[in-house]
């Protein structure tokens, strides 16, 4: 039998140690997922609180010294196994240097939600960690390809490329265009590199450094997390300044749609919701939906149509659309459920919403994992409309959950949700409400579709059906992360499994 392929994943956030968006859902089923394509995979981590409390018996596998003179101890230990997961602990790498991570709250941003003025030299570790362990820091294991994600792990690619040693492909996977790890030019000397990568051709960004451009130019082959996103990106509109560069890296790009790991996210399992269900079984949804209707004090009625959110409050998911929506879902005898925290401004304004409309509109400001998943297993539509969306994950939750996804055509969202109209009525593919433009109209019309196909229970019920009998399992998403490793490798010759 032939060796499989060691692959180190290198991310800022993994679930269920450290979460703040999809990003964390993703890396953390990667690697059990990669397991079944053939992979060996282990994780590279910085040494968050939350991540160094949650590895398990981790020891001290090796240290390097940052450009700055700050020391590294790199532990190596396991994660927590997910519950009802049948698979072996994954192996993760984490950065032990408590000046850089050693800091209580959101990893990013201090408690007044700035980004921590030395964010370079942290996620720069992270660049340089990576570096170290495919150049055997561990004596006993080393990646033949390494694979970082978003602007945390941007310099991934450049210290590899950069420095003598052994040559290690990297893939680098876009989730998020719009956060690029921008820091000025003032401290290019503590990050180490060669003075030859800041320039156009390298990690500059109009006098400044990018960490997401260091990553998409130094990277042997670019992913981005759906396919429609993949072209989104190489347009002015939703390119962040970098659309250019990906138009010339078109041929090392491409678009692999995020998957949902079923030991989390399965309404007949999951360890949140009061009652399982499944889509030829739907008993338990209703009374999940009469349990959230009482937990977030909204009526308890069967026959309102229960909207809900949940989502980071930032300007991205078209929160401002929700918010201008509100008194279609209110006159529509609907109910509004949000679960979400951010920008100050939208927490307030559905903050008043909810005060406006006690018995229709429910907030919940804060990060509740369990809650999120009674959310999708008690509601009726799950509203993600996005100004632009990577991919997005809660439509796919929602789709599952038998919670109709209304979303706009954008992204992710445009690849995993079929309008309702009369021909996919028809031929039984619709799985939820889709509308095109980013316009208050537009949204409205869709909140009204949503609420004229809640009023036909069998059409509801059909698409429902269809939604939730949709595979979003690992398996070919697993699949094609296997093939851009093997172009990212000359001469690994072996083939696909
Ligand atoms: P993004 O990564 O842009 O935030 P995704 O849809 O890809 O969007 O992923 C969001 C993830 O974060 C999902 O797992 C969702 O359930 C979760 N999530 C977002 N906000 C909250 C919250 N306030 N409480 C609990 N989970 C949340
Ligand atoms: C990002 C994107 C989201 C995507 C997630 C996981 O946070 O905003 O669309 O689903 O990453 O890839």
Not at 32 to 58: E, H, K, M, Q, S
């Amino acid at each position: 039998m032939t060796e499989p392929l060691r692959v180190l994943q290198v991310s800022a956030e993994i679930f269920p140690l450290l979460k703040t968006g999809g990003l964390a859902d993703i890396a953390g089923a990667l690697p059990a997922a990669l397991a079944t394509a053939g992979c060996d995979t282990r994780v590279l981590l910085p040494g968050f609180p939350a991540i160094r409390a949650g590895l398990a018996n981790g020891e001290t596998v090796g240290q390097f010294t940052l450009p700055w003179g700050e020391p590294v101890q790199v532990l190596c230990g396991e994660l927590p196994a997910v519950p009802g997961k049948d698979a072996a602990p994954v192996r993760a790498y984490v950065l032990d240097a408590p000046g850089l991570f050693d800091r209580p709250g959101n990893p990013y941003e201090d408690s007044a939600r700035r980004p921590y003025g030395d964010n370079h030299r942290r996620f720069a570790a992270l660049g340089w960690g990576a570096m170290h362990l495919a150049r055997d820091l561990d004596p006993h294991w080393a990646p033949q390809l390494v694979h970082g994600h978003d602007w945390h792990a941007g310099l991934v690619p450049a210290c590899l490329k950069l420095t003598a040693g052994k040559p290690v492909p990297c893939v680098f996977t876009v989730h998020n265009l719009a956060y690029q790890g921008i820091f000025s030019a003032d401290v290019f000397g503590e990050l180490g590199l060669p003075p030859s990568a800041f320039q156009m051709d390298g990690l500059e960004f109009h006098g400044q450094i990018s960490f997401m451009k260091a990553g998409l130019f130094y990277a042997d082959k670019i992913t981005t997390v759906s396919p429609t996103y993949s072209q989104d990106i190489q347009t002015p509109e939703q390119g962040f300044g970098l659309d250019g560069l990906l138009r010339t890296r078109r041929n090392d790009l491409s678009g692999i749609l995020n998957a949902v790991d079923s030991a989390v996210w399965n309404p007949a399992s999951d360890l949140h919701i009061p009652h399982h269900y499944s889509a030829d079984r739907l008993a338990g949804k209703a009374k999940c939906k009469a349990a959230l209707q009482a937990e977030a004090a909204l009526e308890v009625r069967k026959d309102a149509p229960l909207f809900s959110v949940v989502s980071r409050l930032t300007e991205q998911k078209g929160l401002n659309l929700v918010l201008a929506g509100i008194d279609a879902i209110v006159q529509g005898d609907g109910q509004l459920l949000v679960l979400g925290s951010g920008d100050h401004e939208l927490e307030t304004a559905f903050r008043h919403a909810a005060q406006l409309h006690p018995r229709q509109v429910a907030l919940r400001i804060g990060y509740d994992e369990a809650y999120a998943h009674r959310i999708f297993a008690g509601s009726d539509i799950t509203l993600v409309p996005s100004r632009f969306e990577p991919c997005g994950l809660t439509q796919m939750y929602g789709l599952l959950y038998g919670s109709l996804p209304l979303v706009r055509a954008v992204g992710g969202l445009a690849d995993t949700v079929v309008d309702a109209d009369l021909a996919t009525l028809d031929d039984g593919t619709a799985t939820g409400i889709v509308f095109a433009s980013f316009s208050e109209a537009d949204y409205r019309h869709a909140v009204r579709r949503a609420l004229a196909l809640y009023r036909q229970p069998r059409a509801w019920s059909r698409v429902r059906q269809t939604g939730m009998h949709q595979d979003f399992s690992w398996t070919q998403a697993a699949r094609q992360y296997r093939a851009v490793y093997q172009a990212a490798l000359p001469n690994f010759s072996r083939a696909l499994p």
